[in-house]
């Protein structure tokens, strides 16, 4: 008989931590050693997360695999699934499947700079591509990251960029920080320690901050849908083609397989699946296809 690809495998919450008002970091452990012994995953790719009686719920995984069987999630408070997902505990088990989606291709952007930019939650998937990047740090040239972020309570993985902020040109990465309400006491604290890596308005404002090398740079891009069409803007002012700028489309990810219909988008001759296709798409990709961005 044929596995049923929509059977979910059992996995184990060994780490929960409450990041902010409504996200929370998950790292949980598969059950299955035969199935964990295989697993593994690129950055960008995503896998479907269940609860018993509740449903399912598409999530980006947030860093490189480090260990068998061993996954990283965060997880934003949006619906009923996630909801249930915030509310279970160290020990609790829940269905994973996966690993979806064709990730970002680190190994095509070998030998460029990267720059990564990230919207709120859009630093998650992002994360692993960062990681990524600095374990294999001499394959890359530059690496430069934007965040953009509302308050400092809204910011992810808190510790971890401002240690890059503070001390990343050590790592090989200059790490930029944008926040947009004015009166944040905190980022306002932090702007004053390293004004020329962190300034108030939004992340398109980072874009003044440094200069690219067009031919030779892979832009990568997270974040709510309204950021893309700004951030690719100021991409294209500077001329980075559009085959060279890499965007996430995992808001619109559903079963995950292409079978619900749900993430469709294009019409005529040029449909594509996000959960298939995607969630990974250039922007000569979102030129080509209507409704993408």
Not at 22 to 36: G, H, N, P, T
Not at 150 to 179: I, P, V, W
Request: glycine residues 8%.
């Amino acid at each position: 008989m044929m596995e049923n690809v929509l059977l979910p495998k059992l996995a184990k919450i060994v780490k929960s931590e409450k990041m902010t008002a409504i996200e929370r970091f998950l790292q949980v452990e598969v059950l299955d050693k035969k199935f964990a012994e295989v697993f593994d995953y690129q950055p960008g790719q995503f896998i479907e997360v269940s609860i018993m009686g509740v449903g399912e719920a598409p999530i980006s995984t947030c860093s490189i695999r480090t260990k068998k069987g061993v996954i990283d999630l965060c997880v934003r408070n949006v619906g009923r699934v996630t909801n249930a997902i915030h509310h279970l505990n160290i020990g609790s088990l829940i269905g994973i499947r996966g690993p979806y989606g064709n990730g970002f291709p680190m190994e095509e952007m070998e030998g460029s700079n990267l720059l990564l930019v990230a919207g709120g939650l859009g630093v998650a998937p992002l994360r692993s591509v960062l990681q990524y990047a600095l374990k294999n740090r001499a394959k890359y040239k530059d690496i430069t990251v934007f965040y953009g972020i509302r308050t400092y309570d809204t910011m992810l993985f808190r510790d971890e960029f401002y240690n890059l902020l503070a001390e990343g040109d050590k790592l090989g990465c200059k790490f930029y920080l944008s926040y947009e309400d004015s009166k944040d006491k905190q980022c306002i604290s932090l702007e004053a320690e390293h004004s020329e890596r962190c300034m108030c308005g939004v992340v398109t404002k980072l874009f003044e901050r440094i200069k690219l090398s067009p031919e030779d740079t892979y832009a990568i891009i997270c974040g709510p849908p309204i950021m893309y069409r700004f951030v690719v803007q100021e991409l294209t002012k500077k001329q980075v083609p559009p085959e060279k700028i890499y965007m996430t489309l995992e808001r619109r990810m559903k079963c995950g397989i292409g079978k619900c219909g749900h993430c469709i988008i294009g019409d005529g001759t040029s449909i594509k699946y996000v959960c298939k296709d995607g969630p990974v798409f250039t922007y000569w990709d979102a030129l080509h296809t209507k409704g993408m961005i």
